[in-house]
């Protein structure tokens, strides 16, 4: 399958990995779990006849719920959205709607130019959204136009990401098209429960299978707070009984990085027989754009991995 990238744009998103996964991961699944689903990629990479897909954050499964019910119509949502950008005063080079002078900004401010164009409207698009957190239309806007798009509130329970230096553009309009297909043309039950009471609550057979991609205990970023050695080790009771009931699993996560070990994870994995796959790393350095060596990224699962490499 070919790499697709989900329109949510998520921190950690796993689609530029699914290539490598798939090829180990069973050929033949009924139901996918997507356990800690995050923006999705996991499940629009993978073939399955349903999908059941899990997240503890609610605002991420209000945004698929959102994404799956505007997109049964792709043109009415773009037109809407279009609307909206031109409402606030954004660009989209999606559409070339972008100033005259916009080549001389583009020069001028080299990294920070969507960011200084839009920063006026993304400021009343989020005042906007603030007053009426129920517009879901607006936080979707507020995660394309904003830092990293990601979607973050202060505790006062108010929107408070700075904008981004991005604008509504061609790979947006390529995410929203991927997802419609998978959304218009899967089963898929959403659910938004912590991993374990989620699992519980399932039915799961032996020719499904399940996917965790949960924090990574040993890197950052804002849904780690979620996370300490007390969830990490809860999750790996988890594994075993599910293990033990042979119900198939696969984990991804990482062993090493920046230094860090997680010795959790290490000591699990040698007390069982289960099989280590390393993965090429997702993780690139911000700050210079390579690749962190020592980042040892792996994928675990409870079964060998039975598909037959193509001559
Ligand atoms: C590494 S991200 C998943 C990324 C996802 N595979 C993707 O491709 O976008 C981990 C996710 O776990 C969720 N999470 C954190 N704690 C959780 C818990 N106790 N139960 C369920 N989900 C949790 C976070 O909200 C986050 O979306």
Redesign the pocket.
């Known amino acids: 399958m070919r790499k697709v990238r ?1 329109p ?1 744009f ?6 530029k990995l699914m290539p490598q996964l798939n090829k180990i991961m069973p050929d033949y699944i009924d139901t996918f779990f ?9 499940s629009m990479g993978v073939k399955a006849n349903k999908y059941v897909m ?4 609610y605002n ?1 499964i209000q945004l698929h719920k959102y994404l799956m019910t505007q997109l049964k119509s792709p043109t009415y949502f773009l037109n809407k959205m279009y609307q909206l950008i031109k409402y606030y005063g954004l660009t989209c080079s999606a559409e070339n709607e972008l100033p005259e002078n916009f080549t001389e900004i583009k020069k001028t401010y080299k990294k920070t130019y969507y960011a200084r164009l839009n920063k006026i409207g993304y400021l009343k698009l989020r005042n906007d959204f603030n007053s009426n957190q129920d517009n879901m239309d607006l936080l979707y806007l507020l995660l394309v136009f904003g830092f990293n798009h990601m979607t973050r509130f202060n505790r006062a329970g108010k929107f408070n990401l700075p904008v981004g230096n991005v604008d509504w553009n061609k790979n947006v309009n390529e995410a929203l098209t991927n997802y419609s297909k998978f959304s218009n043309s899967n089963q898929i039950i959403l659910h938004n ?4 009471q ?1 699992i519980l609550s399932q039915r799961i057979k032996k020719d499904d299978f399940l996917y965790f ?4 205990l040993i890197t950052f ?1 804002e ?1 780690n707070k ?2 300490d050695n007390n ?1 990490e080790k809860r999750l790996y009771n988890l594994l075993d009984t599910l293990n033990d009931r042979g119900i198939r699993w696969g984990l ?1 996560n990482v062993l090493t990085h920046k230094g860090k070990k997680n010795n959790i994870l290490w000591e699990w994995i040698h007390e069982h027989n289960f099989y280590v796959y390393p993965i090429k790393s997702n993780y690139i350095s911000h700050f210079d754009n390579t690749v962190k060596e020592d980042t040892k990224e792996v994928f675990i699962m409870n079964i060998p991995k039975t598909r037959r490499e193509l001559p």
């Open positions: 989900s949510l998520y921190v950690g998103d796993k689609y997507d356990v800690f689903t995050g923006g999705g990629s996991a899990n997240d503890i954050d991420v429960l912590d991993f374990e989620f991609d949960p924090p990574y970023s849904y979620l996370w969830t991804s």
